[in-house]
């Protein structure tokens, strides 16, 4: 009754891979709803493992006119306070609470990536919308990735997650874990709160050419849905509970308009960067790094692999100071078709190519 072993970087792409072609896991797919898919985002103060933006398809083809980098909370503040005709800028925007010079920096930016528009009058600047901001973003599901749930990391992992169904940033709150020959599931007996929904993915990766007999994923607990537009609990620090612990809990409210502008502004990271951003932070000019078929998906995906080591190779470990670590030839980099710039661009070029299929195209 031992649980997979694989790395929870390993296990985290898998579900990611897997959320993004199917979810939701109710299997009610709705041709008005387009599901992103990123990992690692949060705010200041919490990180999610895997986030998944559940976006109305016509609203999300909308925000492709803004381009394919994410919006953070100045340009935000300005393409969706943006007047549909000139104005100068302070009388447009709402007053902030910090420096006008600030917002006017901001104003310069969004005219640069060509957002919206600007002109000059009266040494005053001006602005007017190109495009009405829509609101593309529908519910937000965070899910933690716990492969090996053993006794440590259960505890760990309860109070992460008791704070964000307090909290309540995203809409429904899981745990994806793999799967056991247990005949119930061990993560089912964890003292989880009630309100947060169990994954559980069948076996291990193994980079094995045959897919596993338990491939996919099943619902072992549905979670509840958040009340996302009332005012949150932020859980600041707690009693450990022991005999001589007579210490208070301290928190603070966290208001419906905070969280709005939070879940926007993860939604825009995810936008950006989905969840094949992984290679950003890997080595893929390496002359072992290589992208296999995940054989539980059915080699409908890729993952990295390590040839020296032959394995799944972590995010940490896949760095230039690893002792199998061996740059590209020089020739390979300069080459031309079908490599073109050497296989470690060639590899950045197709998961961008594949992270961009979940964006559509910009109306005309």
């Known amino acids: 009754m031992t649980q997979s072993a694989e790395s929870e970087f390993d296990f985290e792409l898998r579900v990611c ?4 072609r199917n979810w939701p896991p109710s299997g009610a797919h709705d041709p008005d709803t387009t599901a992103l898919v990123a990992r ?11 986030v998944i933006v559940e976006a109305d398809t016509g609203a999300l083809a909308a925000r492709a006119r803004f381009g394919p980098k994410r919006l953070d909370s100045d340009l935000l503040g300005v393409v969706r306070n943006a007047p549909a005709a000139w104005t100068w800028y302070r009388d447009a925007l709402p007053e902030p609470d910090y420096p006008w010079r600030y917002v006017r920096e901001a104003v310069h930016r969004a005219a640069d990536r060509g957002i919206v528009e600007t002109r000059q009058r009266r040494n005053r600047i001006e602005l007017r919308r190109k495009w009405v901001y829509p609101d593309w973003v529908e519910r937000v599901i965070a899910i933690e ?8 990391a259960a505890r760990a992992l309860a109070g992460q997650i008791e704070h964000d169904i307090a ?14 020959d247990s005949p119930i599931e061990p993560v089912l007996l964890e003292d989880f709160p009630v309100e947060a929904g169990v994954l559980v993915l069948g076996g291990s990766s193994t980079g ?3 897919p596993s007999s338990s491939d996919g994923a099943s619902v072992a607990w549905h979670p509840r849905t958040l009340a996302v537009g009332e005012r949150g609990t932020r859980i600041l620090d707690r009693p450990t509970g022991g005999d001589h612990d007579r210490s208070a809990a301290r928190f603070e409210y966290a208001s419906p308009e905070w969280k709005g502008e939070k879940r926007l ?37 890729v993952l990295p692999w390590c040839a020296a080591k032959e394995r799944r190779q972590t995010a940490a470990e896949c760095a230039g100071s690893c002792s199998s670590f061996e740059p590209e030839p020089p020739n390979w980099r300069s080459a031309a078709w079908p490599i073109e710039g050497g296989p470690g661009s060639a590899v950045k070029r197709l998961l961008a190519r594949r992270r961009d299929r979940r964006r559509p195209d910009a109306p005309e």
């Open 145 to 152: 990735n716990k492969p090996d749930l053993t006794a440590s």
């Open 17 to 20: 891979a897997w959320a993004e």
């Open 40 to 50: 690692q985002l949060g705010t200041k103060h919490r990180r999610w493992d895997t």
């Open 208 to 210: 094995d050419d045959e």
């Open 167 to 180: 909290l309540g940033l995203a809409d429904e709150v899981w745990v994806a874990t793999a799967a056991t």
């Open 265 to 301: 502004a993860i939604a825009e990271r995810a936008y950006e960067r989905g969840w094949r951003s992984y290679v950003d932070t890997m080595r893929p000019d390496c002359r072992h790094f290589e992208l296999r078929r995940d054989a539980h998906e059915r080699g409908r995906d």
